[in-house]
């Protein structure tokens, strides 16, 4: 069996409200991820805010579960009860995920995770205090994006030694990797953008809505 777990439970700092729950096309923002997802795992796991829980309805087989303050500790409340051998783990500030990158991300092959990625197109510069030190190497920068797919054992171990150690990664892979697990590439989209300030909101609602 394979579960999904969609994260909605972000306060959403940068962009000044909860924007999982603007409407859409005539739905909440999570709900164009959540729709996507529900024919193709077993298990699918919400995540949401503790004061949504009961105000939000979904299908009977969606797992609603409270998210914590951090998204690294949402993650690990849905882990404790997801059931799959593989997790995916996907953001709801991201609705233009196409279903085939669900899919495809799930077959790890030799690795024990896979994330969805794009390759950098600009020339990248790495900056301190205002100052350009030097011109990264673009052609070895990927932008991470998400769905991302692990081995359910393997990530709850890496969420539990992160833990310990207080430890907060940007990503779940990011766990993977400091522990040293193999993560592997799925070349995503860069129409999978996140949602995170409201100018991406508006590009968002334009390519859903037409309008």
């Not at 783990?89 to 077959?107: C, G, T, W």
């Not at 393997?154 to 400091?178: K, N, P, V, Y």
């Not at 909101?201 to 809505?209: A, T």
Request: hydrophobic share 40%; charged share 30%; with cysteine.
């Amino acid at each position: 069996m394979n579960t999904v777990i969609i994260l909605a439970a972000g306060e959403g700092r940068r962009i000044g409200f909860r924007k999982q729950f603007v409407e859409l096309c005539g739905k909440p923002l999570f709900m164009h991820s959540l729709e996507k997802v529900l024919d193709i795992f077993e298990e699918v796991i919400l995540v949401l805010p503790e004061d949504y829980i009961d105000r939000v309805n979904v299908h009977p087989k969606v797992k609603k579960v409270a998210g914590g303050k951090e998204r690294q500790e949402s993650v690990f409340n849905a882990l404790l009860k997801a059931k799959g051998d593989i997790v995916v783990i996907h953001d709801s500030a991201r609705p233009l995920a196409e279903k085939r990158l669900f899919l495809e991300v799930m077959n790890l092959g030799e690795f024990d995770g896979k994330i969805v990625a794009s390759p950098a197109r600009d020339t990248l510069k790495e900056v301190v205090e205002g100052k350009v030190i030097k011109t990264l190497n673009r052609s070895l920068i990927w932008h991470a994006q998400t769905p991302q797919a692990f081995k359910r054992e393997i990530l709850f171990e890496c969420h539990m030694r992160a833990r310990a150690e207080g430890f907060i990664g940007t990503d779940d892979a990011s766990l993977l990797e400091r522990y040293g697990y193999k993560v592997g590439i799925v070349e995503g989209s860069y129409w999978n953008v996140k949602i995170t300030y409201r100018e991406d909101l508006e590009f968002v609602r334009k390519i859903l809505c037409g309008s």
